[in-house]
């Protein structure tokens, strides 16, 4: 049988493209290697206990605003509850503590000026800048001309993105900031966004934060699973097809077109399209060849810089620990170190888990059903560098895991240790505990060095005309992955697979 589209991995990317491929007449095939579909954006059980790998937060999934659009146009919309959380973080500095209400702009900026007065001016001249830019490029995503067409015209048209597009997040705090405890502050969430100020494309410094705190920040009821399986139900819903446990090992072309694919329990499919879930590197080198593809193309991805990758704590508590959790709305906190994200980031990357800062999410406060008997799901989470855990990879991978396990079991105590200030005695009420590094991040997505947002946020590889294209040199081969345009986070990956699936429509 010869499908419309065939879809290779079933990330949030692959398939928000397939339900609206699905929903607009298309015949498609999902192909997915694991026992269950979603990418990084799963669920997993251990005893009374459900874990969710890697979101600790959504924006724009209200009814009506900018991510739930593209819900809609993907038939998932209405069919997914997602629950509007009171906070948007919990900052523990070395010396000082703020916690950022969501979804009340208003609210953000005075909690600012009440721990900043005398930087009162410059919050709100910043904050009206960064609405324009939020703006702008809401109206870019949105706008149905042509990037080609809007070239010529773009100072004109989004007057408040274009004079700082060039510049970096540091760039631009400075031009309204001088404390830089506050600009901190701001950016303290550095780790969702993958690089600190001085690296961070301005406007991943300015946009998933505007979002959070203009429109608010949400978590799907029933945990993670619930956004992939659901965008399933409707692929199947449309007459497509998800199959599971089927990796694909090749890509078929003829001459310069992409005419199928091969799985690696034999079975062969021919798709008039075939789109890529998986990251570039395994696209290109593994599943085509970079001999097909022109040496200019490869050289340029091969020089691009990918993102940092995570490591997890994944713990699960007694009921006992519930007693020890004074505000039962509070969800995310980000523990620090420093004030200088510079050298935050340099801690992070080189594994210092001793200093780098870390994520405290507190699960069981969004959703009772993670846990059962009233135990409490928490987890504790550090970006990190793949390069430190790349000595283990080849043992890893010929299951010698006895340094791999020493190590990774050395550094969930150093977070638990740490944890223990903000939650005393957290070790005594663990009943199970599972720990992910780089590798795991690597062994499960298959993505390159681990990287859990594709591409890094810098000033070159994120806007549409130097971000990797969805659009690849072979013929009916595309890409919807966190590694194109929009870029990674389970919200601009919907988007994006969701815009590919507009563009191969016409519309």
């Known amino acids: ?45 251990r005893g009374d206990f459900t874990f969710d790998p890697s979101l600790h937060m959504m924006d724009g999934v209200g009814k009506g605003q900018n991510t739930y659009r593209f819900l809609e146009w993907c038939g ?49 001249n ?17 706008s149905q001309i ?35 405890r506050l600009k901190a502050t701001l950016l303290a969430n550095w780790q969702f966004l993958g690089l600190p100020p001085s690296q961070l494309n301005v406007v991943y410094s300015v946009l998933p934060n505007m979002d959070y705190w203009m ?18 139900e409707v692929i199947k819903e449309n007459h497509g097809e998800v199959l599971l446990n089927s990796e694909v090992t090749s890509i078929t072309t003829d001459g310069n077109k992409a005419t199928g694919v091969v799985t690696k329990n034999g079975g062969r499919y021919s798709g008039r399209v075939i789109i890529s879930n998986a990251c570039p590197m395994e696209t290109f080198h593994n599943l085509i060849g970079k001999d097909k593809f022109p040496r200019k193309f490869m050289k340029k991805m091969d020089t691009m810089k990918q993102s940092l990758s995570y490591f997890c704590v994944y713990l699960g508590l007694d009921k006992e620990f519930r007693t020890m959790v004074k505000d039962e709305e509070e969800h995310e906190i980000f523990v620090l170190d420093t004030y200088d994200l510079e050298e935050d980031f340099r801690w ?41 855990w790349s000595r283990y990879e080849n043992d890893y991978i010929d299951g010698n895991k006895d340094f791999y396990n020493k190590e990774k079991d050395r550094m969930a105590k150093v977070l638990i240790k740490r944890t223990e200030k903000v939650f005393p005695e957290l070790s005594k009420h ?15 997505t298959g993505n390159y060095k681990g990287a859990i947002i594709g591409w890094a946020n810098t000033i070159d590889q994120c806007s549409p005309m130097n971000r990797m294209s969805q659009k690849t040199p072979i013929e009916n081969l595309y890409l919807s992955s966190a590694w194109t345009f929009i870029g990674g986070g389970q919200a601009p990956v919907i988007m994006s697979g969701c815009r590919l699936g507009k563009k191969l429509i016409g519309r």
């Open 1 to 45: 049988m010869k499908y419309d589209a065939i879809i290779i991995g079933s990330g949030l990317g692959g398939l928000s493209c397939s339900a609206y491929l699905a929903r607009n007449g298309w015949k498609v095939l999902v192909l997915e290697k694991h026992i269950r579909q979603g990418g990084f954006a799963i669920s997993f059980r």
């Open 76 to 124: 998932v919309g209405s069919k997914i509850e997602f629950k509007k959380l009171k906070y948007f973080g919990r900052f523990i500095f070395p010396d000082d503590e703020i916690r950022l209400p969501g979804g009340n702009l208003e609210s953000v900026m005075s909690v600012l000026e009440e721990h900043f007065p005398h930087e009162r001016e410059g919050i709100r």
């Open 126 to 142: 910043l904050f009206r800048k960064m609405t324009h830019i939020y703006n702008d490029v809401y109206k870019f995503l949105f």
């Open 146 to 180: 042509p990037l080609w067409l809007q070239l010529p015209i773009f100072p004109l048209i989004y007057r408040g993105l274009y004079p700082v597009i060039k510049k970096t997040g540091e760039q631009f705090f400075n031009s309204y900031l001088n404390d830089s």
């Open 215 to 232: 429109m608010g920040c949400y978590y799907p009821k029933g945990g993670n699973q619930m956004i992939p399986d659901t965008f399933v």
């Open 348 to 388: 992070c990357s080189n594994c210092e888990v001793e200093k780098g800062s870390f994520m405290i999410t507190l699960y069981s406060n969004v959703d009772d059903s993670f846990a059962k008997g009233n135990k409490f799901v928490l987890s504790l989470t550090q970006t990190q560098g793949y390069e430190y």
């Open 430 to 444: 663990i009943e199970v505990l599972v720990v992910a590094t780089p590798l795991t991040m690597k062994r499960y």
